[in-house]
């Protein structure tokens, strides 16, 4: 999935994590090895606490395309 996906998906107004979901993504990023399952996961926890897709493309070194 790239991140405009991701971004398209998540980046609504009104989307939220609660503290809950927001704590097991965490535990889940901990948890993994794949690098590119740890990115993703990063990507929805940025995307929920505010970051856009640019800010996370910068962070993460990837093509926000």
């Given at each position: ?48 606490t505010g ?15």
């Amino acid at each position: 999935m790239t991140l405009n996906r991701i971004c398209r998906i998540f980046a609504m107004p009104d989307y939220h994590l609660t503290d809950k979901q927001l704590a097991e993504l965490r535990a889940a990023h901990r948890g993994t090895r794949d690098k590119r399952e740890a990115d993703r996961i990063k990507a929805v926890v940025l995307l929920a606490t505010g970051w856009t897709a640019e800010q996370i493309a910068e962070v993460l070194q990837i093509d926000p395309n």
